[in-house]
């Protein structure tokens, strides 16, 4: 299964009378149903741990390239308008600023890492509190309310996985309880953020900037007004696409599908 | 006026020191410069009216350590061409041809370790990378092993193994063109090159060559020779290559401390003081 395609419903696994296994591409399993599949007897996995850096990397570089206003710079670089520089163009600093992450799983730890490098303050909203090596190893601090986290971040970095619980877990509310200066970053999934709230929060100054990988749709309508904001960096959901750990997702699937079609313990399997 | 002016505050490379200018201001004493190069001054020439000169260097340090990694991440993911997809009226492309490069436990080749190549070492470190570095001269031990560099005496080692190549040089007459058609043939074909240094330091016509024949795989380039570029420049038709107009340390708290560092320096010398980080002709 590849970017949730086949649609995987009733139909299609009645259709299919001896399907053992469905190896979905990436981590994230939202698009499924699994008790679904469950009742049809079909094995499920997917291909959790081998994206984690390739996304944490990408969720370093939308934080880089809308604090430094990468994307708008390169337009100035190369329009055919530009006579001059402007000197009076200034973007943020990222070294120093304190970055929230909200949702600390392989992923979120991975971009704490790298963001202490960047001498950054890291805080961090989870299910459970990490333990204490873990923490110090990269100068995170727990906030068990995500609003201590939200008051204080100059970026909100959203690197949970999409459950019940936290779809529109970036709301209105959230949203409002953020710095005026500070950016959300979104590599998790689109619908973890009210999208129309969102749109109303960049347009009014709520917050300053947005950088997501991920929307909902994807792609978003051509119309929507999230692609004609200028404080606004999307990419086409592209959290693991480099060249090496695709090919690495499709040799853990190919594992998967062997040890499934033969009654072995399957790498990876999702219950 | 022109007798009252005893220091400068140079505004990127605004306005422009020359004899005529040196002249007018016989009560001049000192210089600051805003920001860490000083290639566009003569500093023979200040220094024979008797004016002292500083530069801002430990202001720009972290934010232009941050303009590199900011490219070498938007480069290997190619983010700025993936913005374009995203936002662009005829979305029709195929996920699965949409790829870039790995940027975690890539090789990282630091041309000119000095405060901002280290610091970008440091922050490179946080992904793993593999750390060789050229410099004139090799740093202690302890500053290696802090970020597990390896240096390279020779910079055609570090060419043939980085897969990204940051140039973080200050232009002098030896670095000029210090990149050029030898060097960029040296690199792998996968490689990136990032230059966050001056234009000048990269033969840019070579450089376009080796783009366009696949020589290397793709530039990102926050200084180019001039700035801006004519518009009607191969470098800004390339789909490989990123350009930002010179962004280095263009951040709020990186101008406040540059302003802050300048001060400090025009008020030492003005008091006849030691300056923090006065620039002498070499």
């Not at chain 1, 009645?14 to 053992?20: D, E, G, R, T, Y």
């Not at chain 1, 750990?245 to 009654?263: A, V, Y």
């Not at chain 2, 518009?231 to 789909?239: E, N, P, T, V």
Request: contains cysteine; proline residues 5%.
């Amino acid at each position: 299964m590849w970017y949730h395609k086949p649609l995987i419903n009733e139909e299609l696994l009645q259709s299919l009378p001896n399907l053992k296994i469905v190896a979905s591409s990436g981590v994230g399993i939202d698009h499924l149903d699994l008790n679904l599949l469950s009742s049809y007897g079909v094995k499920v996995s997917n291909t959790p741990f081998v994206v984690s850096t390739d996304t944490a990397d990408l969720g370093m570089a939308l934080m880089l390239a809308s604090s430094r206003r990468l994307v708008e710079g390169y337009q100035i670089a190369v329009s055919p308008d530009t006579k001059y520089f402007p000197a009076d163009w200034l973007g943020t600093e990222v070294s120093g600023a304190t970055l929230g992450i909200v949702g600390m799983g392989t992923i979120g730890y991975k971009v704490a890492e790298r963001a202490k490098a960047f001498e950054m303050k890291i805080l961090y909203h989870n299910r459970n509190q990490r333990n204490k090596e873990e923490e110090s190893a990269v100068g995170a601090i727990y906030c068990k309310k995500i609003d201590d986290l939200l008051q204080q971040s100059d970026f909100v970095l959203l690197s949970v996985n999409l459950t019940p619980q936290t779809q529109k877990l970036m709301g209105k509310r959230e949203l409002e309880l953020m710095k005026p200066t500070a950016t959300l970053i979104n590599i998790s999934r689109g619908l973890v953020v009210d999208q129309d709230a969102l749109v109303e929060a960049l347009q009014n100054k709520v917050i300053k900037a947005a950088a997501l990988d991920v929307t909902y749709p994807e792609p978003l309508p051509r119309d929507h007004p999230l692609l004609k904001l200028k404080n606004v960096i999307i990419t086409p959901h592209i959290g693991s696409a480099t060249k090496k750990t695709r090919r690495l997702m499709m040799e853990n699937m190919i594992e998967s599908i062997q040890m499934g079609l033969k009654g072995l313990p399957i790498p990876n399997e999702v219950l | 006026v022109s007798k009252k002016i005893q220091a400068i505050y140079l505004w990127w490379h605004k306005p422009v020191i020359d004899q005529e200018l040196l002249q007018s201001l016989p009560n001049l004493k000192v210089i600051a410069n805003s920001g860490a190069g000083m290639d566009h001054l003569d500093l023979e020439l200040v220094a024979s009216f008797g004016v002292k000169m500083a530069n801002a260097p430990h202001a720009v340090s972290s934010s232009t350590a941050d303009t590199g990694m900011a490219l070498l991440l938007a480069s290997a993911r190619r983010l700025v061409e993936g913005y374009h997809i995203a936002i662009s009226s005829d979305m029709e492309y195929c996920e699965a041809d949409f790829l870039g490069v790995e940027v975690t436990g890539a090789t990282l080749g630091i041309i000119g370790m000095g405060s901002i190549g280290y610091k970008i070492a440091l922050r490179a470190k946080a992904f793993a990378m593999n750390i060789l570095y050229h410099n004139r001269t090799q740093r202690k031990e302890q500053e290696e092993q802090a970020v597990s560099a390896t240096y390279c005496k020779k910079i055609d080692n570090l060419l043939q193994q980085a897969d990204f190549v940051m140039v973080v040089v200050s232009l002098t007459p030896q670095t000029h063109k210090l990149i050029g058609k030898r060097e960029l043939e040296l690199m792998k074909p996968t490689a990136t090159l990032i230059n966050i240094s001056r234009g000048a330091v990269v033969d840019q016509e070579a450089l376009v060559t080796a783009l366009q024949t696949g020589v290397i795989r793709a530039a990102a380039l926050d200084v180019t020779y001039p700035e801006p570029l004519p518009r009607d420049h191969a470098l800004l038709k390339l789909k490989n290559v990123i350009i930002t107009p010179h962004l280095g340390s263009k951040t709020d708290k990186a101008t406040y401390m540059i302003t802050e560092e300048a001060v400090e320096n025009i008020l030492a010398a003005l008091k006849g003081l030691p300056m923090p980080s006065e620039v002498l002709p070499s």
